[in-house]
């Protein structure tokens, strides 16, 4: 099955019900806590904020605002196909939501999907670009699997200059949108060869087996450095440990992201050793939060269930690099879909993006 097919196929077994996630309470330990602030909610996925609001995505495509007490619908985007929107919003308080692949995984689109919208309150929202159109001509030259031309939209982040980062997850590049709808492929991330990891089944090759695996751009923010950063998914065998973090110089346009040439160009590695990162925010002093999915691999998850999911402080180093890695809310996570940081430095997330679930703020 192809990358494409199987990040859709997550939202597929929450829409069969063979996923029923209870959302966490609050808890502590290891030096962080989660405190909820938005609570009864429907698989909550997409984090935003802006001033001391915190701006969040559920399933059916609704966005909402809350200060923590109280929340108000922000608006709605068609062609979820079961799976919420990714969304954030910008310094004037514009939010963009954008939508995956939407549908049952082998089926046609369903309408709106794979699509950026704006959003305001009071107001419809409007599309900005059509994303999958636009990869129907951007071909993919390191695919591995299914079409080349294939989209599955994931990740966004909204830049000061009124233009939009989106990272596509099926055509493993960052594209930058502009208000008129005009698209621009950013950076094209590298297929990275893994070893299959053991307990796959009979079907999977065997285990330590070289295997040539896509990259799975799943998200993207912008660092306290201004540089543009890329979290990966990693595609079949989900080979824990493997997934990379990418910092992009501003404004580039055609930069390659390469695994086995890491270090040069204007697409650099910054981190590398995670597992099914489906989330990015950059925070204060060059710090990146980094949301992973499940542990063990979204694979493992899709085989037998989540285990916990991950979320992490990634804190700058040496020449660009990143450097100490912390874990917050250890064990604490289940199925996590989004974080996000406000001004001062306050961190959000939501979870599980199955099921019922929250938003919390994390004490750390």
């Known amino acids: 099955m192809g990358v494409r097919t199987r990040v859709a196929a997550l939202a597929a077994l929450a829409l069969a019900g063979s996923l029923l996630v209870a959302g966490q309470a609050e808890a502590g330990g290891h030096g962080s806590s989660l405190k909820p602030v938005a609570t009864g909610l429907n698989g909550p996925r997409g984090v935003s904020t802006y001033k001391n609001l915190v701006i ?28 919420p929107p990714a ?63 294939e989209s599955n939209p994931f990740g966004v982040a909204a830049l000061s200059d009124g ?16 208000p008129n709808g005009h698209v621009k492929t950013v950076a094209r991330l590298k297929p990275r060869t893994v070893k299959v990891p053991a307990g796959l089944g009979d079907e999977a090759p065997p285990a330590g087996t070289p295997f040539v695996a896509e990259a799975v751009a799943t998200s993207v923010t912008v660092g306290s450095d201004g540089y543009w950063y890329v979290g990966e998914l990693r595609g079949f065998p989900a080979t824990p440990g493997t ?13 390659v992201c390469d695994p086995v040439k890491p270090n040069k ?16 925010a950059g925070g204060p002093r060059g710090t990146l939060a980094v949301v992973e999915l499940d542990k063990a691999s ?23 690099r990143g450097g100490y890695v912390r874990e917050l809310v250890k064990d604490q996570l289940t199925l996590p879909g989004g974080a996000g940081f406000n001004r001062w430095g306050e961190l959000f997330v939501s979870a599980p993006v199955f099921g019922p679930g929250a938003v919390y703020k994390v004490r750390y």
């Not at 599309?127 to 031309?149: C, G, L």
């Not at 233009?163 to 502009?178: E, H, I, Y």
Request: with cysteine; hydrophobic share 30%.
């Open 56 to 83: 969040y995505s559920v399933t059916d495509g609704s966005v909402y605002v809350t200060d923590g007490h109280k929340s108000i619908k922000l608006g709605k985007v068609p062609g979820t196909g079961g799976f």
């Open 87 to 149: 969304i954030d919003t910008n310094k004037w308080g514009t939010t963009y939501a954008l939508t995956g692949a939407g549908g049952e995984p082998g089926q046609p689109p369903v309408p709106g999907s794979s699509t950026l919208y704006r959003m305001r309150y009071g107001k419809p929202a409007v599309k900005v670009a059509d994303i999958a159109a636009y990869q129907a001509h951007d071909r993919d030259p390191y695919n591995q699997a299914d079409s080349p031309t």
């Open 163 to 178: 233009t939009v980062l989106v990272s596509d997850a099926a055509n493993n590049d960052l594209l930058r949108v502009w």
């Open 243 to 255: 997934s990379e973090i990418w910092r992009i110089r501003p404004g580039s346009v055609g930069a």
């Open 265 to 280: 160009g204007n697409c650099q590695r910054y981190a590398d050793g995670y597992t099914s990162i489906v989330d990015l």
């Open 298 to 320: 979204w694979l493992k998850f899709e085989m037998s269930g989540p285990t916990h999911g991950g979320l992490f402080l990634q804190y700058p180093g040496r020449n660009h």
